[in-house]
Structures are given as C-alpha cells and as structure tokens.
C-alpha cells in the first residue's frame, strides 16, 4: 500500500486541527466554559449534571451535543461519502463552517449560548468531513484516537513489528496542530475577546479556497493524454459526478 499521503491531505489536516484547537479554546475560555470541538467531555458533564439535578447545564449540555450532531448532518448532505477523495465538495463545507463561526461572534459577545451552538456544529461539521484515508483515520477536532495511534504504533515498535508510519505521522500533525491551536486561540481571546473566532474563520475560508485551487489544478493533469489518476484517488470521472 502505498504510504506516501498527497500533499493536500498533510495541510489540511494540519490546519484544520489548529482551526479546532483555536475554537475550543475560545469556547472553553468563554463564559460558559465549553469544550466545542469534542463531545466525550460535554457527555461526562451532561452525566454530572444529570446526577446533581442542575437541569439547566443538563439542557446546555444537550443542546450543544445536538449542535455537534446537526454539523455532522450538513456535512452528509453535502459531502456525501465517509472517505478522504480529492473532488469532494470540502471547499463548500469549509466556507460553511467558517460562515459558521463568524456568525458566532455577536452570539457570544452577547453571552448567548447559541454562540456555543454555533461553534459546536462547525466543529461537527468539519470532523465529519472525512472519515478515512488509505485506512488511516482522520479525526482534526479531537485527539483520543490520534494519541490511541501513537499508543499502538509504539507498542509495535517494541514489539519489532513493522511501524504504520502513515498513520503515526498523520497523528502527529494533528496533535500539533490542534495544540499550536489552542495557543493561539488562548492568545487571540485574551487580546480580542470572542472576536478571536475570525481567526479561525478566515483560516477555514483559506483552507478552502486552497482546497478548491490544488483539486482544480490536479484535475485539470488528469485531463491530459496519457494521465492516470494519482494517489489522491480523484479519477476524473468522479470530478464530473460531484460537480
């Protein structure tokens, strides 16, 4: 199998790791104190809250896993498919989430929790954006099962087995993505307040409107004579379908 990853795949998971950490980081230093971009915490939390009788974080707390779940919604409808290909629509996702966030800003300027909700189902809707790639698992809003790869691969080398050094690497960048993130968004709160989201924002436009060109671009090679698709798997065929 082949373990070289196209070069569109290493900076998109990069960024939009960093995208995530920066909004749940801002959300989680917000005057709620949220994590966003994850929902194992919000359940452990909603099952606190549930215990103790607090009915009003129980209906925070549930409306916010809903928010998550309503952006892996919209990302099916528009993606269409489980599977990292080159020629998805990811460039319409990407300015939907960034338009997302944006209109989050006044939401929480105004201590509302619609803000969170927001920002809660951008998230959604970019971790459902893909789910694998050549077997290798994406995942850019949360880092269990990119710490759990690391685990094993680790395991394996002390084992003598052979290394799954795609996988390894593309949990590496994501989890420095997502910490350099969080940095910054911790950064841009306290310097910008809640207007730290545009950040993140016009990095999400960025991501796809880079997205759109480089998919433009290896499309237009693989009209030419004598062409095969690369590993990015985006046959032409598939390009005309989905667009």
């Known amino acids: 199998m082949n373990t070289r990853l196209p070069r569109w795949v290493w900076v998109g ?23 966003v971009s994850h929902v194992t915490g919000t359940t452990t939390q909603l099952g606190t809250a549930l215990a ?20 892996a919604v919209l990302s099916g ?21 960034a338009a997302l966030l944006l209109a989050a800003i006044p939401l929480f300027q105004r201590q ?21 790639y050549s077997g290798a698992v994406v995942r850019t809003t949360h880092l269990s099962g990119m710490f759990t790869d690391l685990g094993i691969g680790l395991g394996h ?8 050094m795609r996988r390894l690497t593309l949990s590496g960048l994501i989890i420095s ?10 950064w841009g709160f306290r310097a910008f307040g809640y207007h ?14 880079g997205y759109v060109i480089y998919r433009n671009h290896a499309l237009r090679l693989l009209r030419q004579p ?5 590993d990015s798997g985006a046959p032409e065929r598939e390009h005309r379908r989905e667009g």
Do not use: K
């Open 112 to 132: 509302q929790l619609n803000g969170a909700l927001l920002a809660a189902m951008a998230c959604g809707l970019q971790n459902a954006m893909v789910t694998t």
């Open 196 to 209: 730290a989201l545009a950040i993140p924002a016009a990095l999400t436009g960025a991501t796809g409107i």
């Open 226 to 230: 004598g062409s095969t698709p690369d």
């Open 177 to 186: 993505g997502f910490l350099c993130g969080g940095i910054l968004g911790t």
């Open 13 to 35: 998971a990069i960024s939009l790791a960093g995208i995530a950490g920066m909004v749940n980081a801002v959300g989680f230093l917000g005057f709620e104190h949220m994590a």
């Open 52 to 71: 103790d009788g607090d009915w009003r974080s129980v209906r925070h707390l549930w409306a916010v896993l809903i928010a998550f779940s309503l952006g």
């Open 157 to 164: 080398l002390l084992r003598g087995l052979p290394m799954p």
């Open 77 to 97: 409808l528009i993606i269409q498919d489980s599977t990292l290909r080159l020629g998805r629509r990811y460039g319409v996702a990407l300015a939907l989430e």
